[in-house]
């Protein structure tokens, strides 16, 4: 398995070998895929005119508790706006 460097810009490149494989051009869009869990980091390549599927996104993320703390910050400051 190839070993790739991140650049100081946060660029990685894909080995020719492994481009060639998969039949990966420039403009080739790909699909990130992390896991915080596992801290891995999965590419896809996606075809023409497909849209990554956004099911399980959120699976391993705080995101209902942030929301949950969001709404009730938005709730405090709605009180103090009528309050005056």
Excluded: C, N, W
Aim: proline share 6%; charged share 35%.
């Amino acid at each position: 398995m190839p070993i790739v460097i991140l650049s100081e810009r946060g660029q990685l490149v894909i080995p020719q070998q492994v481009r060639e494989k998969l039949d990966l051009r420039k403009g080739s869009r790909l699909y990130l895929e992390f896991s915080q869990p596992s801290k891995t980091i999965t590419l896809r390549p996606l075809e023409a005119g497909q849209r990554p599927s956004l099911r399980g996104i959120l699976r391993h993320t705080r995101a209902l508790e942030m929301l949950e703390a969001e709404h009730q910050a938005e709730i405090h400051r709605d009180e103090r706006r009528r309050r005056g």
